[in-house]
């Protein structure tokens, strides 16, 4: 079987918050329904919409069978559950489908038992929460709508719709965090007893807020009670300790999971197995080609009415981007990389650009296997950037 990922984007939200550096927007909920139509049109006339914007899809992929579905986005809990069953269909009637993972990203105060019901009769099987932290104070500071309590009201609303699969992502490095506050975030994970977990480091760039806030000064936004980098790096450890002692396996650098419950959908990024995403701004991986849509949402809807895929990144893969790939996404994943079979594929020797990670103690090695040293997770980053010289 040739398994395929669908991601479908939904770049809508309630409000923005001040650490957010997607393409999202808050938008009139009128403009919801047109989207959903779009979204499902470009899913449905995909290989029209492909040849026209020069996309070519591989035979295999034609023939491919819908494993994992990932609703993201901004917020698709918003949109009415009607919707998200819209999408739902017209994925399987599009595809062939045996679908084993469906997720749907979802913020707390979003989620209702009527809502939790509609999902799980949808085929929505996995909820991915928007949690970031514990702390109110640290919710409020960040412009997110919910609070710790919003969590602990819909997680057994969830349980008792039938999703046995739940996953919580935090952040590190929100404005007035401490050593203190995220432990005590961490604890509550436990308590809640989540099957996944994702932690994110606090992202500093132009394109949020709060970034330009860090970058250029100010102090709307809390730019000055962020945490140093250190602190996150501690945090960041204090995560990988505590997880592991709750049950958790630490599968990628931001992922840990309960046995079993490792994200199929997210492992198709890091194994660079093919996913097509649909909507504004998504990104789409054929084994051969990389594309992105249009990330404006009005601007693809207009465009889907038109009868065009505006598709903005296309790039053929080569062969040494290829095996670039391999490398820096492979290493995301702890188990790390088969160098021997890369090798192989390749036709080429990366043994050596090893070698001095190797020595520093950064990656290790295990058979033909290497992978990033436990204890020197927070410092990934180095071992990417030696291994794309
Ligand atoms: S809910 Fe998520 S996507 Fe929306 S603004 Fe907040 S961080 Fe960004």
């Not at 036709?347 to 090893?354: D, H, I, K, M, N």
């Given at each position: 079987m040739n398994p395929l990922g669908v991601y479908l984007q939904?770049?809508?939200?309630?409000t923005k918050c001040t650490y957010c550096n997607f393409h999202t927007g808050v938008v009139a909920e009128a403009r919801f329904a047109p989207y959903v139509d779009a979204v499902c049109a470009e899913i449905a006339g995909r290989r029209e919409f492909y040849s026209g914007a020069g996309v070519e899809l591989p035979a295999a992929l034609d023939s491919a069978i819908v494993d994992s579905v990932y609703i993201g986005g901004?917020?698709?809990?918003?949109?009415?559950p009607a919707h998200l069953a819209r999408f739902m269909d017209t994925i399987r009637g599009s595809f062939a489908c045996d679908l084993l993972e469906v997720t749907l990203e979802a913020d707390p105060?979003?989620?209702?038992a009527e809502k939790a019901a509609a999902w799980f009769a949808a085929g929505i099987r996995r909820i991915s929460f928007?949690?970031?932290?514990?702390c109110d104070e640290e919710l409020r500071a960040a412009g997110r709508?919910?609070?710790?309590a919003d969590v602990y009201r819909a997680v057994p609303l969830l349980r008792e719709a039938g999703i046995a699969n739940i996953s919580f992502d935090l952040i590190a490095?929100?404005?007035?965090?401490?050593a203190q506050s995220w432990r005590n975030s961490l604890e509550q994970v436990a308590t809640l007893r989540p099957e996944h977990v994702s932690i994110y480091l606090l992202e500093v760039d132009e394109g949020s807020r709060l970034g330009l806030e860090i970058l250029q000064g100010g102090a709307r936004y809390g730019a000055g009670r962020v945490p140093s980098e250190d602190e996150m790096a501690e945090f960041y450890e204090t995560a990988c300790a505590f997880l592991e002692q709750a049950g958790?396996?630490?599968?990628e650098i931001s992922n840990w999971a309960r046995?079993?419950?490792?994200?199929r959908h997210n492992l198709k990024y890091w194994r660079r197995e093919p996913y097509l995403g649909f909507g504004a701004g998504a990104h789409s991986f054929s084994g051969t080609q990389r594309w992105a849509n249009a990330h404006d949402a009005a601007v693809y809807v207009a465009a889907i009415g038109g009868g065009k895929l505006p598709v903005e990144q296309l790039e053929r893969v080569t062969r040494e981007s290829a095996l670039e790939e391999e490398l820096f996404l492979g290493m995301r994943?702890?188990?790390?990389?088969?160098v021997a079979q890369i090798e192989r594929e390749y036709?080429?020797?990366?043994?050596?650009?090893?070698e001095r990670l190797m020595s520093a103690g950064l990656v290790e090695r295990e058979g033909s296997w290497v992978r990033l040293a436990p204890g020197k997770l927070s410092v990934a980053n180095e071992v990417f950037v030696e291994l794309m010289k």
């Open positions: 939904v770049p809508f939200c309630q901004g917020t698709p809990s918003l949109l009415d105060e979003t989620i209702t928007g949690v970031q932290s514990f709508m919910h609070r710790r490095g929100l404005p007035g965090q401490t958790f396996r630490h599968y046995p079993g419950f490792e994200s994943k702890l188990d790390g990389i088969d036709g080429v020797a990366v043994e050596p650009r090893f």
